[in-house]
């Protein structure tokens, strides 16, 4: 019988695991390259209006949620290919929804950054 690892062990383990999976997709989906030079491009341009603190946190948060959804929606997309990996309708349905999904977080992330840095060029 294996000796079963302490809660922090395990924790770490998570945490090495989700790391691996943030630099994965950082490295192989050229959706999340783009929206991470925009995230960069974004916060240069937080520091350059010197922006409250307030909008730091709204900034990073739709940033974090457009990212994250990014994740999901390619995890989805993957599961989908494994499962069905010929041409099929709905596993197009469900992958389209999947992109629907990181479309309205980007748009809402962009309202807010026109809500935040229009008033700070004008």
């Keep these: 019988m294996s000796k ?39 916060t240069g341009t937080g520091f350059f209006f010197n922006i409250s603190s307030n909008e730091w946190i709204i900034q990073m948060l739709a ?30 349905l469900i992958k389209d929804i999947a992109a629907g999904a990181v479309f309205i977080a980007a748009v809402f992330a962009t309202i807010i950054g026109l809500i935040i840095y229009i008033p700070k060029i004008f």
């Design 4 to 42: 079963k690892e302490s809660f922090l062990v395990n924790r770490l383990k998570s945490v090495g695991y989700a790391f691996k999976g943030a630099v994965l997709l950082l490295k192989t989906e050229s959706s999340i390259k783009i929206q991470f030079v925009i995230a960069l491009l974004v």
């Design 63 to 92: 940033i974090g949620l457009v990212m994250s959804i990014e994740g999901v929606n390619t995890a989805i997309e993957e599961v989908a290919n494994f499962i069905h990996p010929e041409r099929h309708n709905k596993i197009g």
